[in-house]
């Protein structure tokens, strides 16, 4: 019956947006005991992307309001599920993917074993084959690479992006967190995944990060640019979270980087050009780039533009301007919903199911 329930719950999570493929060793169930009792494996199926009240979790689940919600309720606390705890109003809970969501909220839970679990789960997981007509996440430039005249819309620049918000939040970047652990990471900051509006909340309520002000969260995003992070959002115009990536420890930008043609998988609006009549060959481009889509020949910088996803981390450090931003043509461009519980939605819906 255990098993059953761990079962049930691992394929109700790989209809949610991002999948939980099975795995040729069967450690996605382990995962998942690590995670949740037998109880909470057996709620978790019933709960949709909706927010819903827990009496109307409770109905559907034939349980009573009372164990509901106290299941519920410790379910959100350890990042299994999500809540909203409106002042004045009952509290709203849903369910959220395995990525992003169950396994970024496991931040503060990692340990030796879990995160040998989570490799052996990357290395052996099938290749998922559904349709992706929108990623979770899109990346975009950082702030000294926009030139005055290159066209942009607010919701492709970050600061715009966080003068949009309310509530700001930090957490530590569970993947540098996780290779640590694992022996080998880097020297980034640890501290500098940025969470905004209800999710900073629930981050801030459930003991995953700290709330900040608007200041903390600019000081954090120029930090970042010194340290060749990519500016990694949500892929929506209304964003939850900015994370900042390095191309050594971060997963999206790993898969990217295996790709032969990472500008074709990457949801961003801009990508590189270069100028070489101007380059002096310095090189500090190179180390920025983390899709090692610059080289050198002939004691000049070379772009391969297939390889660039449009961070604009070289842009930003070239000191004679030979590398600018330029705008993709609309065909290049990957569509960015409204806002994630559209990009989830889009996603469900183009795999024929609901969570």
């Not at 969470?195 to 608007?214: E, K, L, P, S, T």
């Not at 899709?291 to 449009?310: H, K, P, Y």
């Not at 993709?328 to 519980?341: D, E, L, R, T, Y």
């Amino acid at each position: 019956m255990e098993t059953d329930n761990y079962q049930k719950l691992a394929h109700h999570l790989d209809k949610l947006p991002g999948g939980f493929a099975p795995s040729d060793s069967g450690v996605e169930l382990r995962l998942l005991r690590r995670l949740f009792t037998p109880e909470e494996a057996e709620l978790a199926v019933h709960l949709t992307l909706d927010r819903e009240e827990a009496k109307v979790i409770a109905d559907r689940a034939g349980l009573g309001l009372a164990e509901a919600e106290q299941r519920l309720s410790e379910m959100a606390r350890r990042g299994l599920i999500f809540s909203i705890e409106p002042k004045g109003g009952p509290a709203l809970y849903h369910a959220v993917p395995w990525v992003v969501g169950i396994y970024e909220f496991q931040v503060n839970r990692l340990d030796e074993g879990f995160v040998q679990d989570l490799n052996e789960y990357s290395s052996t997981r099938s290749q998922d084959s559904r349709p992706q007509p929108v990623p979770q996440m899109r990346t975009i430039p950082v702030g000294r690479s926009i030139e005055p005249h290159l066209e942009t819309l607010p919701y492709e620049l970050a600061e715009e992006l966080v003068k949009a918000q309310e509530n700001f939040a930090v957490a530590s970047c569970i993947c540098r967190r996780r290779t640590e652990i694992a022996g080998a990471g880097c020297d980034a900051p640890k501290e500098s995944c940025l969470i905004f509006g209800d999710w900073a909340h629930y981050y801030v309520r459930n003991g995953q990060g700290r709330y900040i002000d608007q200041a903390g969260v600019m000081d954090i995003l120029s930090k970042a640019d010194e340290a060749n992070l990519v500016l990694q959002p949500n892929n929506s115009k209304d964003i939850v979270f900015i994370c900042c990536c390095c191309g050594c420890c971060c997963g999206v930008l790993a898969a990217l980087k295996r790709h032969p043609r990472p500008s074709e998988r990457v949801a961003s609006p801009f990508r590189a050009q270069a100028e070489p009549e101007t380059c002096e060959g310095c090189g500090l481009c190179l180390d920025r780039c983390q899709m090692q889509a610059l080289t050198f020949e002939d004691d000049q910088v070379v772009l391969n533009s297939t390889r660039c996803i449009g961070c604009g981390l070289c842009v930003s450090t070239c000191p004679t301007g030979s590398l600018i931003l330029v705008r993709k043509p609309a065909s290049g461009q990957i569509k960015v919903p409204i806002n994630m519980n559209a990009t989830w939605r889009e996603l469900s819906q183009a795999w024929g199911k609901r969570g």
